[in-house]
């Protein structure tokens, strides 16, 4: 029975830890609602520009997930499309887009992709009118 009991108490721990390792707690910044971690993407992400980077996905359109973001506190909207948009938050990038190719597979997706990165040190800032500082 006790070791049932220290079983249990491991998984709950590492599902605890497993879950709070996301944009929302690293970085500050809330996740939209449903989107679903894409661990490929976002490793993909981290690997190729040095950075450490978060992506989600969702069905929902560029246009929502764009206006979610901007209600959000601390936010500085950049601008968008039909098709993407950019928000920044300090050093944190929020760009969402649809479509979106995979990069592994080179399949061009038709959900929308959130990725929320932090710029690595030396990265260019920029204002809300994408205009570099």
Same mark, same amino acid.
Do not use: H
């Given at each position: 029975?006790?070791?049932?009991?220290?079983?249990?108490?491991?998984?709950?721990?590492?599902?605890?830890?497993?879950?709070?390792?996301?944009?929302?707690?690293?970085?500050?910044?809330?996740?939209?609602?449903?989107?679903?971690?894409?661990?490929?993407?976002?490793?993909?992400?981290?690997?190729?520009?040095?950075?450490?980077?978060?992506?989600?996905?969702?069905?929902?359109?560029?246009?929502?997930?764009?206006?979610?973001?901007?209600?959000?506190?601390?936010?500085?909207?950049?601008?968008?499309? $039909?098709? %993407?948009?950019?928000? @920044?938050?300090?050093? /944190?990038? !929020?760009?969402? =887009? &649809?479509?979106?190719?995979?990069? $592994?597979? %080179?399949?061009?997706? @038709?959900?929308?992709? /959130?990725? !929320?990165?932090? =710029? &690595?040190?030396?990265?260019?800032?920029?204002?809300?009118?994408?205009?570099?500082?």
């Amino acid at each position: 029975m006790k070791n049932k009991i220290k079983v249990v108490i491991i998984l709950i721990l590492f599902l605890l830890s497993a879950s709070g390792s996301g944009a929302e707690d690293k970085f500050g910044v809330k996740v939209y609602a449903g989107a679903k971690l894409d661990k490929d993407t976002s490793t993909w992400i981290s690997e190729s520009f040095s950075s450490e980077a978060f992506c989600y996905r969702t069905s929902d359109s560029v246009e929502k997930v764009v206006e979610f973001y901007k209600k959000e506190p601390g936010m500085n909207f950049v601008g968008s499309t $039909k098709e %993407g948009g950019m928000i @920044k938050k300090d050093k /944190i990038d !929020i760009t969402i =887009q &649809s479509p979106w190719q995979d990069m $592994k597979t %080179g399949q061009l997706m @038709k959900d929308t992709l /959130i990725s !929320i990165v932090r =710029q &690595s040190e030396g990265s260019q800032t920029y204002d809300e009118g994408g205009e570099e500082k």
